[in-house]
């Protein structure tokens, strides 16, 4: 910085002295020469404000910080040539710079929040957390160890302030699944869910009719290509070859999609003895019917609201599946969702007004976590396969801000996550998905803010006079 190099160390010994000027400051003579063999001046320690303005040189992201440093720095006496030393490394200011920070504030809660105050996401998982009543077991003690581990992840260079939820998110696992327990007379007979498209997919590629949609997928490939069923693949055409033929591309699962936009029954290609969710993953549920729209896109944009999903996570499509809460492979472990669970999601809302057994969505159904069931529980099948252009939307979004962080880092961020930090307006003219996109986080922010009656529970808020309200476009009731 240009400043920087205009501070001189404090002290009148490191002053110097300009041409022509005397020691005294009078006279005009030529500066009295060194006695012989006098020793070089020792180095002289430095000022405060030398210092911090060369590790905001180093860090400008982090210039709150670097007063801490600073401070610390100036107590040890540094001179120029270990300043220099110390601040040659960015990774290792950067380290010496949080843990200062972390000092200066005391506990691990104070620092990350101070540090990531400038991400609005993460305030608002923080005042998540700060509100949760429903966590089986000491909140205190959760609070305390997840902002510790916080802590330590954000000396790993660098990490963006204004990107902090992805750290919060990357936190929270051993913490997830642990509300109050909620009773199986609650559940009802089935939770339904939003189930994404690849999920599904999976479970077919290892289902029963695989082999089946394999041969089909060939027969009809040859057969456009003008060829006998069973011809050589290097014969078919190559313009078909583009689309189910293309490297990484399953010709089977491909009719299969083309099966499901045609209204096939999804449930007998899946493997029912497979999970829906990987092993340990969290499963998300609403004790409430939900009915959607049959057309795909206008389903799978209903589906989106009342579950309050960030769309651009479906790029592929979705189903709206039943589960079953008895029985093998069934819904257990049913549990209220807390602060931890929310944080996997942007547009979580927090619940935690008196005697609710039960979330609710950012659409306003309630809900709830669960472990595994297997897709042997699921009762009924909805598939979404939307439109290729609705896709393309949904695929643009998705990629759009899977880039760098402000820092530098690799954060990763999403189109919903920025609006909700105001760096994207909404779109003047939307299209499909992004309008999309508008009605959720509208509708989850009304949630947020004015809390809707769910039935059977109790609600303390004046304006919650809603009971099983339908959500604009697709309907959710109480079972």
């Known amino acids: 910085m240009g400043a920087q190099s205009t501070m001189a160390p404090r002290g009148p010994a490191t002053q110097t002295q300009s041409a022509g000027t005397t020691p005294g400051g009078a006279g005009g003579g030529a500066a009295a020469p060194a006695a012989a063999g006098a020793a070089p001046a020792a180095p002289q320690p430095l000022s405060r404000e030398v210092i911090q303005a060369q590790i905001v040189s180093k860090l400008p992201d982090y210039a709150e910080g670097a007063p801490m440093l600073a401070g610390k720095w100036e107590a040890e006496q540094l001179t120029q040539e270990t300043l220099d030393r110390r601040t040659a490394d960015e990774a290792g200011t950067y380290i010496h710079l949080l843990r200062a920070w972390k000092e200066a504030k005391g506990t691990d809660e104070a620092f990350v929040k101070d540090f990531g105050k400038n991400d609005p996401i993460a305030t608002q998982k923080f005042a998540d957390i700060a509100g949760e009543q429903y966590y089986e077991g000491s909140i205190e003690a959760a609070r305390t160890q997840f902002y510790a581990d916080v802590a330590g992840k954000l000396l790993q260079p660098k990490q963006a302030r204004d990107r902090v939820f992805p750290i919060l998110q990357s936190a929270a696992s051993p913490f997830q699944k642990k509300g109050k327990l909620i009773p199986p007379e609650k559940l009802g007979e089935f939770g339904s869910r939003a189930q994404g498209l690849p999920a599904y997919l999976e479970a077919a590629r290892q289902g029963p009719k695989m082999t089946e ?95 309050a999903l960030q769309p651009e996570w479906y790029p592929g499509g979705s189903l709206a599946i039943k589960v079953k809460t008895a029985g093998e492979g069934a819904i257990r472990n049913a549990r209220k969702p807390t602060a931890f669970d929310g944080i996997m999601s942007a547009l979580w809302v ?62 990763p ?33 009304a949630e947020a803010t004015s809390p809707s009656r769910v039935p059977g529970q109790a609600n303390t808020n004046a304006n919650g006079s809603r009971t099983g309200a339908a959500v604009p476009g697709g309907t959710f009731t109480p079972r």
């Open 413 to 445: 961020t999403s189109a919903t996550e920025e609006r909700l930090r105001g760096n994207t307006p909404a779109p003047a003219a939307p299209n499909g998905a992004q309008a999309l996109q508008s009605q959720i986080i509208g509708k989850s922010r």
């Open 350 to 411: 927090s619940r935690n007004q008196p005697e609710q057994a039960f979330g609710v969505t950012g659409g306003g159904a309630r809900e709830y976590v669960a472990e595994e069931a297997t897709w042997g529980a699921v009762e009924s099948a909805q598939a979404q396969t939307i439109s290729s252009t609705f896709q393309a939307e949904l695929k643009k979004m998705a990629s759009q801000y899977r880039k760098g962080n402000s820092a530098g880092g690799t954060s």
């Open 213 to 307: 949609l394999d041969n089909e997928a060939l027969e009809m490939l040859a057969a456009a290509a003008g060829h006998p069923s069973g011809a050589a693949l290097t014969a078919i055409n190559p313009n078909i070859a583009t689309t189910w033929m293309a490297p990484g591309v399953n010709p089977g699962l491909e009719l299969l999609k083309l099966k499901l936009s045609q209204g096939v029954d999804p449930l007998p290609y899946a493997n029912k003895g497979m999970g829906l969710t990987r092993p340990g993953g969290t499963l998300w549920f609403t004790p409430d019917k939900v009915k959607v729209d049959a057309d795909p896109d206008t389903g799978f944009g209903e589906l989106m609201t009342i579950f």
